[in-house]
């Protein structure tokens, strides 16, 4: 019994590890930059869920963004005040944004990114 519930819990934490598949593609995207509205043309790469997204260059896992929420030197105890995504992102030395991008249906999907000097990005709530 103990053997069958120790392998349950292995295959569903490898099952929780796996990454997520991504589908890159060019669209369009918005957000408000000093009350300004920006519309841009990027190209976006969306999870499983249409709000799971991460730029085109973190798809090798070389990033900035990514060895950024990787690292685990941010993960201190502070006091958070306002959006704890948006706190971390700060912390880890990010710009936080809340974004739109044109989905391939044709659709705005509302988001939020984790914004780098050298243009990648992930979702907040990627952030943990």
């Known amino acids: 019994m103990k053997g069958s519930i120790f392998l349950f819990f292995v295959f569903i934490s490898s099952a929780l590890l796996a990454q997520e598949k991504y589908k890159c593609f060019h669209s369009k995207v918005k957000y408000n930059y000093f009350q300004k509205l920006v519309l841009q043309n990027e190209k976006v790469c969306v999870g499983k869920r249409p709000q799971v997204i ?64 050298d243009k990648s990005f992930v979702n907040i709530a990627s952030i943990k």
């Open 54 to 117: 991460r730029s085109q260059n973190c798809m090798d896992g070389k990033c900035q963004a990514l060895k950024m929420v990787s690292s685990k030197m941010w993960r201190k105890k502070f006091k958070m005040s306002g959006n704890p995504g948006f706190t971390r992102c700060k912390d880890i030395g990010g710009s936080p944004q809340i974004m739109s991008y044109l989905s391939q249906k044709g659709e705005w999907v509302g988001t939020s990114r984790c914004l780098f000097e």
